[in-house]
């Protein structure tokens, strides 16, 4: 959720003239009685019982409402008006839809609406396998369910409907999808949900204030049996006299601190086995534009053994790096690239039954990682090439410049924050010359790897 600095008016005269009430109940203490939402608010709230408030007692009007919540919503004003018209709005279409991650609390309503009742499915851009529940709502989505509701009430002869006015909003294309659905929803059942200068402002966030007033409309017309758009309105000085209050709130789902654990097995050559650890620690700061800086630090640790020879070898290489987030810079379940670039550090030595010296190498080190949703699991890559110089074994080799890449291919399977990972681990290297003129380092390596992320 993000802080709103631009308070909204929806269409106050006509969308609120639907949610009058004699007098207002107890109103939440973050909601002042003369704000243009009070009354949708002291109905959702009081009457019809379907928005809650926080620990604290507050409704966060200004809040953003998550997919989770809109779900949750919709789930409940379903079930009010099934249970007071004694209709029946199940109506499946095609296959269930299944999703690779839902939480446990959220499946009962989530599994509802899409399956069930069909009111969230379908509607154009959404992610086939993914729900995305912490991702805000748009405005878009909310004409999209509200259509379905009220088309489908009509459907069962719950819904009143009659000559709502003439609107055309200034900024949907002509020929977009939810010109008619507007249309309908304005002219056919009186529920208007834009704004006071004539805009729809579809692709935003939807608030809390902006859920209240619709469905608060829309259970006035279902089971009041008022055409919205024929009540009478309040007085306009009780909807325009004050403005709500900016409510602070998180700048960001996406967390400002990640932690990876890999495990990787494989092959370095025809002789080599290699066994590994390796982790991966990043912060992610403000945004800057459309993206978000970061700094990452990871360390990767393994053990060879030449087979042919029984000997061991240890093996280490860090980076420190700066971190580019382009894409995703909002939410972790959407698709994602970022840039590296900073200082590489590889550390080798054998034991002492080898005879092979330690090798020391330093250097510049960039990469890019980027992840894309296919389903219940995502893509997921990551590559990084190095040049190093020598510090040792001798001085003979203090400018010898060497290089490598590593290269990681997967699919990553997420809940919320956290996510499980399974591919492909390779390095490739230059060979890494030691004082017996032998190449000490492989000049590639390739095997399984499995991951964990946590963030927090």
């Given at each position: 959720m993000l802080f709103s600095f631009r308070p909204h008016r929806l269409f106050a005269g006509l969308v609120l003239s639907s949610l009058a009430l004699p007098a207002l109940a107890a109103l939440p203490k973050d909601v002042p009685a003369n704000v243009w939402a009070a009354t949708a608010v002291s109905n959702m709230v009081d009457k019809w019982q379907i928005l809650g408030l926080s620990p604290e007692g507050n409704f966060d009007g200004q809040a953003e409402v998550s997919r989770y919540e809109t779900a949750e919503t919709l789930w409940r004003v379903v079930r009010l008006v099934e249970r007071r018209q004694a209709v029946d709005f199940t109506e499946r279409q095609g296959e269930p839809r299944g999703f690779g991650d839902l939480e446990a609390q959220h499946e009962d309503a989530v599994n509802a609406v899409v399956n069930s009742y069909a009111l969230m499915q379908g509607w154009p851009g959404g992610m086939e396998g993914r729900f995305n529940g912490h991702r805000p709502s748009t405005r878009y989505e909310l004409a999209w369910m509200l259509h379905r509701l009220m088309t489908r009430?009509?459907?069962?002869?719950?819904?009143?409907?009659?000559?709502?006015?003439?609107?055309?909003?200034?900024?949907?294309?002509?020929?977009?999808?939810?010109?008619?659905?507007?249309?309908?929803?304005?002219?056919?059942?009186?529920?208007?949900i834009g704004f006071p200068d004539g805009t729809f402002r579809g692709e935003k966030s939807l608030k809390?204030?902006?859920?209240?007033?619709?469905?608060?409309?829309?259970?006035?017309?279902?089971?009041?049996?008022?055409?919205?758009?024929?009540?009478?309105?309040?007085?306009?000085?009780?909807?325009?006299?004050?403005?709500?209050?900016?409510?602070?709130?998180?700048?960001?789902?996406?967390?400002?601190?990640?932690?990876?654990?890999?495990?990787?097995?494989?092959?370095?050559?025809?002789?080599?086995?290699?066994?590994?650890?390796?982790?991966?620690?990043?912060?992610?700061?403000?945004?800057?534009?459309?993206?978000?800086?970061?700094?990452?630090?990871?360390?990767?640790?393994?053990?060879?053994?030449?087979?042919?020879?029984?000997?061991?070898?240890?093996?280490?290489?860090?980076?420190?790096?700066?971190?580019?987030?382009?894409?995703?810079?909002?939410?972790?379940?959407?698709?994602?690239?970022?840039?590296?670039?900073?200082?590489?550090?590889?550390?080798?030595?054998?034991?002492?039954?080898?005879?092979?010296?330690?090798?020391?190498?330093?250097?510049?080190?960039?990469?890019?990682?980027?992840?894309?949703?296919?389903?219940?699991?995502?893509?997921?890559?990551?590559?990084?090439?190095?040049?190093?110089?020598?510090?040792?074994?001798?001085?003979?080799?203090?400018?010898?410049?060497?290089?490598?890449?590593?290269?990681?291919?997967?699919?990553?399977?997420?809940?919320?924050?956290?996510?499980?990972?399974?591919?492909?681990?390779?390095?490739?290297?230059?060979?890494?010359?030691?004082?017996?003129s032998g190449a000490f380092l492989p000049s590639g390596q390739g095997g399984g790897m499995l991951s964990a992320q946590f963030a927090f």
């Open positions: 009430a009509e459907a069962k002869k719950v819904a009143v409907t009659g000559k709502g006015p003439t609107l055309q909003y200034s900024d949907v294309p002509a020929g977009h999808w939810s010109g008619v659905i507007l249309k309908d929803l304005t002219e056919h059942f009186g529920l208007l809390r204030y902006e859920l209240a007033i619709a469905m608060d409309a829309a259970l006035t017309n279902l089971l009041d049996k008022k055409l919205p758009s024929d009540v009478k309105p309040p007085p306009a000085k009780a909807a325009a006299t004050l403005e709500p209050a900016p409510i602070v709130v998180p700048k960001t789902k996406l967390p400002g601190f990640a932690s990876d654990y890999m495990l990787h097995v494989g092959r370095h050559d025809d002789r080599d086995l290699a066994a590994g650890l390796m982790l991966d620690f990043g912060w992610w700061f403000d945004k800057i534009g459309p993206t978000r800086p970061g700094f990452g630090i990871n360390a990767d640790y393994s053990l060879l053994l030449n087979r042919a020879a029984t000997q061991f070898a240890q093996g280490g290489m860090g980076n420190a790096e700066l971190r580019w987030r382009i894409i995703g810079s909002d939410w972790a379940e959407e698709p994602y690239l970022y840039l590296t670039g900073g200082y590489h550090l590889d550390v080798w030595h054998g034991q002492p039954a080898s005879n092979l010296p330690v090798l020391l190498a330093h250097g510049l080190g960039t990469g890019v990682a980027a992840g894309w949703p296919l389903g219940p699991w995502d893509l997921w890559l990551t590559g990084r090439y190095t040049l190093t110089t020598y510090l040792v074994p001798d001085q003979s080799f203090s400018q010898r410049l060497s290089n490598g890449q590593q290269y990681f291919l997967g699919l990553e399977k997420r809940w919320g924050t956290n996510s499980v990972r399974a591919g492909y681990y390779g390095t490739s290297y230059v060979a890494f010359p030691t004082t017996n």
